[in-house]
């Protein structure tokens, strides 16, 4: 086994036990968490695997470091497109729920004038039933 395969599995590893922590500690979502474990288990598995990659890379040209920094970017790649995916989800839910809360307080209001001008036509009737008195509230 390489020193970079070595490396790479310690860095899974770790991964795996920091993702742990978060998740336990509720930093982090079980969704995410389960994401991330998947991640740490992929480069346990793939370490091993990496010597005889890189080896037919080399064929194509590429050397083992830049080859293994092309596998990392376009990994880092997907999961930006994924956070994407979810951070849109999200943007839609909050739309969602602020028009929801604007119609519910608009239909609130509605109620509310309608209340209010129940009771003033309640006072006003009070009012026409008892000619020459003063009715002492305000509606």
Do not use: K, N
């Not at 990994?75 to 909050?94: D, T, V």
């Not at 609130?108 to 020459?132: F, K, S, V």
């Amino acid at each position: 086994m390489s020193i970079q395969a070595a490396i790479m599995m310690a860095g899974a590893v770790g991964l795996m036990i920091s993702t742990v922590v978060l998740v336990r500690r509720r930093m982090l979502s079980v969704r995410y968490g389960f994401g991330w474990l998947a991640v740490s288990i992929i480069g346990l598995v793939g370490a091993p695997l990496l010597g005889t990659i890189t080896s037919q890379a080399r064929h194509l040209g590429f050397t083992a470091t830049g080859f293994s920094l092309g596998v990392l970017i376009a990994f880092l790649g997907l999961i930006c497109l994924q956070l994407s995916i979810s951070l849109s989800g999200l943007s839609r839910a909050i739309q969602d729920l602020s028009e929801h809360a604007a119609l519910v307080e608009h239909r609130l209001q509605e109620l509310e004038q309608d209340a209010h001008g129940a009771r003033g036509d309640d006072a006003e009737r009070t009012r026409a039933e008892l000619p020459g008195r003063e009715v002492g509230w305000r509606a």
